[in-house]
């Protein structure tokens, strides 16, 4: 079986403006290639599993969206950071009505992670979940990943505290150690 590490996008790959409607707008953050790399070598598949409900409530086409995530992957690439997928919910609770097959999917839900698994044969209690919101660590919890970690970039230190079954942490650089990518 393999192991992957899911990353949310908005606000662990992407810097998030709010909804991205162009590609454009889209803009890594400065540690994201470093931290793919580092996790190919380790032998882990990179994951991509996001929450995009401005689909469901009409801000932006699944166009739009598809060619922000082609935008995302090219500059990934060009960094020489490969993602192996990327799974999106266009749900969201305000729009039930646009696309309530997916509602499973919305993170805190583990749908997109089991998705995956099925998909890329996952070990999921050999994967981590990596985001900035409480919903993603909370998904990968309910999905039974090993690690689940909470990067809040506000932090001054890093704290390391235990939090219902989840990790806070102040960067990626943080998550590498605690996966211990050593040399990160």
């Not at 583990?110 to 995956?116: T, Y």
């Not at 099925?118 to 979940?129: E, H, K, N």
Request: charged letters at 20%; proline letters at 6%.
């Amino acid at each position: 079986m393999n192991k992957a590490i899911f990353l949310d996008r908005d606000g662990i790959i992407l810097k998030n403006p709010g909804f991205i409607n162009n590609p454009e707008q889209v803009e890594l953050f400065h540690d994201i290639i470093t931290f793919i790399k580092k996790a190919r070598e380790m032998d882990y598949l990179v994951i991509v599993v996001t929450n995009q409900g401005g689909v469901g409530l009409g801000y932006i086409t699944e166009d739009q969206l598809n060619n922000t995530h082609a935008e995302m992957l090219n500059q990934l690439e060009e960094g020489g950071a490969k993602i192996d997928a990327v799974y999106y919910c266009p749900y969201h609770p305000d729009a039930p009505d646009n696309y309530p097959d997916h509602a499973g999917w919305r993170k805190p839900n583990p749908g997109m992670l089991e998705g995956a698994a099925q998909a890329f044969v996952l070990d999921l209690s050999q994967c981590v979940m990596v985001g900035d919101m409480p919903s993603d660590v909370q998904a990968g919890y309910n999905a039974g990943c090993d690690l689940n970690v909470l990067v809040d970039r506000s932090l001054v230190e890093t704290p390391y505290p235990h939090i219902e079954g989840y990790v806070v942490v102040a960067d990626l650089a943080d998550v590498a150690t605690l996966i211990q990518m050593e040399d990160y």
